[in-house]
Each structure stands twice: as C-alpha cells, then as structure tokens.
C-alpha cells in the first residue's frame, strides 16, 4: 500500500502570506497526485490534478508541483476563503490520502 | 451541472447493516468510475470503495473487504454501497464520489454526504 504524508499538520498564516504545503509518497505515484481543499461541515473542493494542472474555476493562486514522490501546494497570496483543511491524494494504486494541512489565520 | 445526492444514512447498532444510496445527474455515468469515500468525526478523509463505469470493476479499502459491497446501476444512475457488520469504527460521514473518467483518475465531484452512527 502506498503511504502519504503531509507537512505541516498545522500551519499559521496571514492572509498575503506565501503558503507551501508539502505531501510526500512512500513509493513513486508519478503524477498521480491530487490536492483538496475542504472546510468545515462540506465536501472536498478540487483544487489540482496530475500534481500540476489546476481545476477549472480554481484561482491562480493555486499551483502545485512535483512528481515522484514528493510534491507541494503553494498558495501565491492566501486570502480569506483560503483558510481551510488541505488533502493530497494519490491515485496512481488505488487512493490514498494524506492526513490533511490545517491552515489556521495568524 | 453535476449533482450527487446521498441517501441511506442513519443509526445502526454493532454488526448490523445499512445501505447508502447516491442519484448521479448531469453527466454521462457510464463513463465515470464512482466511489465512496468516508471522513470519521473529527478525522481525514479515508477511501472505501470504488466501481468502473461498466460495473465489473470494483475494489475496496482493506478496512471494509469483505464487508462492504459497491454497485451501480447505470439505468437509473445510482450507485449504492450495501455495509454489513458494522463496527463503530464505520462511524463517518460517507461521501459519493465521481471520478474524472475511468479507474486510475482523480475525483473532480463530491456529495455533500450522509452520516453513518454505528452504536448501541
């Protein structure tokens, strides 16, 4: 089975703030990485597939990276709506999430 | 517009069984692989289950094998999760998930999901 980590577990930010979260696989899932925003008490938003083509509708702010086994989500300047509970996922065998990044206001 | 509404939720006790249900719209399901994805109190997201678009495809998380049956039924657009021997480690909110395409994508929409207790 293939593991996903995620770092921080918590992280404090201000909105404007150039935000990095990282996600890493236990093995190789090539590109097959997802990331998902959710807030409280709703469901999971797409944000980004293929570790780097973002969703339609999904602001620009939004980007991430990587391949192999460790990418990353970075939020250019974090904004208000931004705040929120963030999940990698990789699809390459079966699905597999990571434990979620809270970004809390500073 | 895609739509995915869950039904079925409800109270169980230990060892008994449930049945969720999702109504799809607003895309060709035949063509996406489905899956439910759970999320305990408090807790991250955990994948259950999954069906290819045809129906034959389906797998599970090692949690719920044996235990948890998938299908579809392209007729009437649903997809249906049978849970039996619940345990209270079941207890989530349980998610309808469309994939983009077929086995092997990422999930582009979500329900809004149906709570799951599982207690005496």
């Known amino acids: 089975d293939i593991q996903m980590t995620q770092s921080p577990s918590t992280l404090s930010a201000s909105v404007g703030d150039r935000v990095t979260i990282t996600c890493r696989a236990s093995?190789?899932?090539?590109?097959?990485l997802a990331w998902y925003q959710q807030k409280p008490g709703k469901a999971p938003k797409l944000l980004i597939y293929?570790?780097?083509s973002l969703e339609s509708g999904v602001p620009s702010r939004f980007s991430g990276s990587g391949s192999g086994t460790e990418f990353t989500l970075t939020i250019s300047s974090l904004q208000p709506d931004d705040f929120a509970t963030y999940y990698c996922?990789?699809?390459?065998?079966?699905?597999?999430f990571g434990p979620g990044t809270k970004v809390d206001i500073k | 517009e895609v739509q995915l509404l869950e039904s079925g939720g409800g109270l169980v006790q230990p060892g008994g069984s449930l049945r969720l249900s999702c109504a799809a719209s607003?895309?060709?399901?035949?063509?996406?692989?489905m899956n439910w994805v759970r999320q305990a109190p408090g807790e991250g997201l955990e994948w259950v289950s999954g069906?290819?678009?045809?129906?034959?495809?389906?797998s599970y998380a090692d949690s719920v094998k044996g235990r948890f049956t998938i299908s579809r039924d392209n007729s009437k657009n649903t997809v249906s999760l049978q849970m039996n021997s619940l345990r209270a480690e079941d207890t989530a909110v349980y998610f309808c998930?469309?994939?983009?395409?077929?086995?092997?994508?990422?999930?582009?929409?979500w329900g809004q999901g149906v709570l799951v207790t599982v207690s005496s």
């Open positions: 996922q990789q699809y390459n065998n079966y699905n597999t």
């Open positions: 093995q190789s899932i090539n590109s097959w």
């Open positions: 293929k570790a780097s």
């Open positions: 607003g895309f060709t399901f035949s063509n996406c692989a």
């Open positions: 998930v469309k994939q983009w395409g077929a086995n092997g994508f990422h999930f582009d929409y």
């Open positions: 069906v290819g678009g045809n129906g034959a495809d389906t």
